[in-house]
């Protein structure tokens, strides 16, 4: 009879024990706050924003043309033949296309700018995320979250936060 009401109590011990010692210890990082303490990081971005820039007044610089363009067609309209006033208004329109194609091949989703930003800091964070696996590999983490991208992480308790430890590393 006894041992009805034991062994349940020592299976349920168990099963608790069991879980408890298979814990899994998890950590976050804030990988934004990371790379913005690598120098490399910060000359890339630097890079990447002059380049931006000098992109985007070029393209200014073409809009002004092609406002220029219309300014003056406007004012010489009256003046033009048909046919004059056709190919002026079909130079005006494919100055404007050059200049969209233009944008979209310097801003686009696979532009320029995109693929230089692949080749400055891709690398960058390869060497991060290996920092990272090496040092919850070493310490036993099982999970180590993103703070700094949408992981869903609402709350998390500062004596988790190994930040640090990675900037350390690096």
């Known amino acids: 009879m006894m041992y009805r009401k034991i062994l349940p109590l020592l299976f349920g011990a168990l099963f608790f024990f069991s879980l408890s010692a298979n ?26 924003d002059r380049l931006a820039n000098q992109w985007r007044q070029d393209i200014a610089k073409e809009y002004d043309q092609i406002k220029g363009m219309y300014n003056r067609y406007q004012a010489e309209q009256v003046l033009l033949s048909e046919d004059a006033r056709k190919q002026r208004e079909e130079e005006i329109m494919n100055k404007e296309k050059e200049v969209r194609d233009m944008q979209r091949e310097r801003f686009g989703p696979e532009g320029q700018l995109f693929n230089r930003r692949q ?13 990272i696996e090496s040092y919850a590999n070493e310490r036993g983490y099982d999970f180590i979250f993103d703070r700094s991208s949408d992981s869903g992480m609402i709350f998390s308790n500062p004596q988790y936060n190994k930040t640090e430890d990675i900037l350390r590393r690096l």
Do not use: G, R, S, W
Request: hydrophobic residues 45%.
């Open 23 to 48: 814990a899994q210890k998890i950590a976050f990082v804030d990988v934004q706050e990371i790379l913005e303490n690598i120098v490399e990081y910060q000359e890339a971005q630097t890079e990447l």
């Open 119 to 131: 080749q400055l800091v891709q690398p960058i964070q390869e060497k991060v995320y290996a920092a």
